[in-house]
T-cell receptor, first 114, second 112 residues
């Protein structure tokens, strides 16, 4: 099976711009989670989607949003970019997003905000 | 809120030495998961522990889950240069358990 794929792998944006990141989960996986990884804050949960519904959201401002399509692919959007949004954004998929489900991570999108 | 503490932050070992990282949760966990992230890579799932007092082995790696299901450890015997990376523990939270709360990770460097 192909793994989780994320596009683009690298992005450079300037403050104030907005960005959209894409994630394709493993075939058959219906849950997609997004995480932000920074040296200072580590890995932090952004949100999770299952069957096109957001089921859980982390402590991030409303500038961070996401959606999931009927084929389980997911996108996340960050509007009005700030310098502090520079991070590795990781997407993880699992079968159903339950307590014992293993989350498989994609390679991430490295976002740099100038 | 949910917190997962992990120590040490860094560990440099000579190749062949052992390595241990410890994880402690602020609340009882339904299970604990361990991930490894190589430099420049992404987290890769290693194992999940579910039962109180559970011990699992993967070759030179030994994982333990505490009796109270609030702490866990990962021990690597006779480290090799291929063990280099950051090791994270994570606990599931939320109504569906779909939110993983990660420890800060332990960075392992191995000197050959």
């Amino acid at each position: 099976k192909a793994g989780v794929t994320q596009t683009p792998r690298y992005l450079i944006k300037t403050r104030g711009q907005q960005v959209t990141l894409s994630c394709s989960p493993i075939s058959g996986h219906r849950s997609v989670s997004w995480y932000q990884q920074t040296p200072g804050q580590g890995l932090q949960f952004l949100f999770e989607y299952f069957s096109e519904t957001q089921r859980n959201k982390g402590n991030f401002p409303g500038r961070f949003s996401g959606r999931q399509f009927s084929n389980s692919r997911s996108e996340m959007n960050v509007s009005t970019l700030e310098l502090g949004d520079s991070a590795l954004y990781l997407c993880a998929s699992s079968v159903a997003g339950g307590y014992t489900d293993t989350q498989y991570f994609g390679p991430g999108t490295r976002l740099t905000v100038l | 809120g949910q917190q997962v503490m992990q120590i040490p932050q860094y560990q440099h070992v000579q190749e062949g030495e052992d390595f241990t990282t410890y994880c402690n949760s602020s609340t009882t966990l339904s299970n604990i998961q361990w991930y490894k992230q190589r430099p420049g890579g992404h987290p890769v799932f290693l194992i999940q522990l579910v039962k109180s007092g559970e011990v699992k082995k993967q070759k030179r790696l030994t994982f333990q889950f505490g009796e109270a299901k609030k702490n866990s450890s990962l021990h690597i015997t006779a480290t090799q240069t291929t063990d280099v990376g950051t090791y994270f523990c994570a606990g599931p939270w939320g109504e569906y358990g779909n939110k993983l709360v990660f420890g800060a990770g332990t960075i392992l460097r191995v000197k050959s």
